[in-house]
């Protein structure tokens, strides 16, 4: 009896997956800006403005919500466009909505 | 001047103000690409493009920021220096111009494995073709004088003539003779003189007589026909040598005054300096007087740089026609080398054996006669009866 219930178990969460890879993400994941992390370097293709820049805390208008990012010794590489490369010792980052609501923090 | 100059420089630039965010925003909404931002207290240091200046310091005053710059890097720095000094860039446009004008002149002449000799004539044939350092080359003159030097076939098998950039190269190989024997011809030998046969060496033909024997002078010694046994006609060309002992007088003169050019000592320099198509000579009191030319060419050099100029420096070896007064017995030792001069010049191939000198003296001048015994090649295609 244990057994059979364990087998409909993994039947029942392989099905979930398989879905759950097949099935389309919201239209709006796709405009979101990203942010890709490679070494001490942050990349990200989003940014409208830089609000905050100290070698501590750095604070990014991404368009509907703010990113800011804690460490020490930041500083921008570089910066044309939306394209922002950041550098430096990156200790946390916090998401807030325009609306001042902490979205969540990493 | 100076913004087009700062376009091709990188710039490091700071700022101070504040809300230096806002700066910073206004200039990447502009398209202005900024890297390397650094936070300072009151403001930040930033990296952009020369080209940007301008943009980002009216920016500056716009918002009231202080913008300062205090880093170039790129080639701006020393093209303003070069452009504040205008004398070193016109120098070197001049100095490209006047290359690419005078690279039509000739700067120097490559002879290549010429010896010195030979070189001499080459300049002398190319002179008289206006060609030399500092003539104006065109290839007109370049034909001419092609043709003129290729016609020196008795020094030259194959000459060539290249001009490029200033440079005359010649290009050639030394003529190579080859002895052709022609075919002999149908025509039999005859003795040109009177004598005793000492060798009989024909080539070609049916020779007629045998060492030891006399010959009259317009004998016939190798005739070009023979009869077989049948009684027909073969015919062969004649030629070959035939050797005879020849007994010949030759009388000759020689006066005992002459009236003579010659040498006194004196020379005359005449300089012509040839530099970019021009001639330059200097001035001589004694024009026009005889004498014994030696040409000197001097190319003008500065180092190893040559120049288009050359110096021809010609010495004329003066001299007067004199009156020389030859003693009885120069006389006639002149008179007799005249005799053998006579001989050699009639037969070139003579060994002389023996010879009978009489030499008197008739009023003024002194007349020898001298009788050879020699033996020579006396086979002649002419027939002397």
Redo the contacts between chains.
């Keep these: 009896m244990k057994l059979q219930n364990r087998k409909t178990n993994h039947n029942r969460t392989a099905k979930a997956s398989l879905r759950g890879m097949m099935l389309q993400l919201p239209r709006e994941f796709y405009r979101l800006p990203d942010f890709e992390l490679r070494g001490g370097y942050l990349t990200t293709d989003g940014c409208r403005r830089v609000l905050n820049f100290e070698p501590e805390k750095v604070c990014l208008d991404m368009g509907d919500f703010t990113v800011t990012f804690y460490g020490a010794e930041l500083r921008i590489e570089s910066y044309a466009g939306k394209r922002l490369v950041l550098a430096g010792q990156i200790e946390t980052i916090a998401f807030q909505n325009k609306w001042g609501k902490p979205k969540h923090e990493t | 001047m100076k913004p087009n100059v700062w376009m091709a420089d990188r710039i490091s630039f700071r700022v101070q103000g504040k809300n ?2 806002r700066f ?2 206004t200039a ?1 909404e502009q ?9 300072e207290t009151d403001g ?1 240091t930033a990296r952009g493009a020369g080209r940007d200046l301008s943009k980002l310091e009216d920016l500056a005053q716009k918002g009231n920021w202080t913008f300062s710059v205090f880093q170039r890097k790129g080639p701006g720095i020393p093209l303003e220096r070069l452009l504040d000094h205008p004398g070193i860039l016109l120098g070197g446009v001049l100095f490209f111009l006047l290359l690419g004008l005078m690279s039509r002149f000739i700067w120097t002449i490559d002879f290549g494995s010429m010896d010195v000799e030979t070189q001499n004539r080459m300049r002398s044939l190319l002179y008289d073709c206006q060609i030399y350092e500092g003539a104006w080359v065109d290839d007109s003159k370049l034909k001419t004088a092609q043709d003129t030097v290729s016609q020196q076939s008795d020094v030259f098998g194959w000459i060539t003539l290249n001009f490029t950039d200033g440079c005359l190269f010649i290009e050639n190989t030394d003529a190579e003779y080859q002895n052709i024997k022609k075919e002999a011809p149908m025509q039999p030998l005859y003795a040109k003189e009177s004598g005793e046969i000492v060798a009989v060496e024909p080539e070609s033909g049916f020779s007629l007589v045998v060492p030891g024997q006399s010959v009259e002078k317009g004998q016939l010694l190798v005739d070009v026909v023979r009869l077989d046994r049948d009684g027909n006609e073969i015919r062969q060309g004649a030629s070959g040598k035939i050797v005879g002992r020849v007994e010949k007088s030759y009388t000759a003169s020689q006066p005992l005054r002459v009236q003579q050019l010659i040498l006194t000592g004196a020379s005359e320099i005449k300089q012509q300096l040839f530099c970019l198509g021009r001639v330059w000579s200097q001035q001589h009191e004694n024009q026009g007087e005889q004498g014994l030319s030696q040409v000197e060419w001097l190319p003008l050099h500065l180092g190893r740089l040559n120049l288009p100029a050359m110096i021809r420096c010609e010495t004329i070896w003066l001299q007067q026609e004199q009156t020389i007064v030859y003693s009885q017995e120069q006389a006639q030792a002149l008179a007799f080398r005249n005799c053998r001069q006579q001989l050699y010049a009639e037969y070139p191939d003579a060994v002389i054996e023996s010879e009978q000198r009489a030499a008197t003296v008739e009023g003024e001048q002194a007349v020898c006669t001298v009788t050879y015994r020699f033996c020579s090649n006396i086979a002649s295609y002419e027939d002397w009866k």
């Design positions: 230096v965010q910073l925003n990447v398209g202005i690409r900024l890297d390397h931002l650094r936070w930040f």
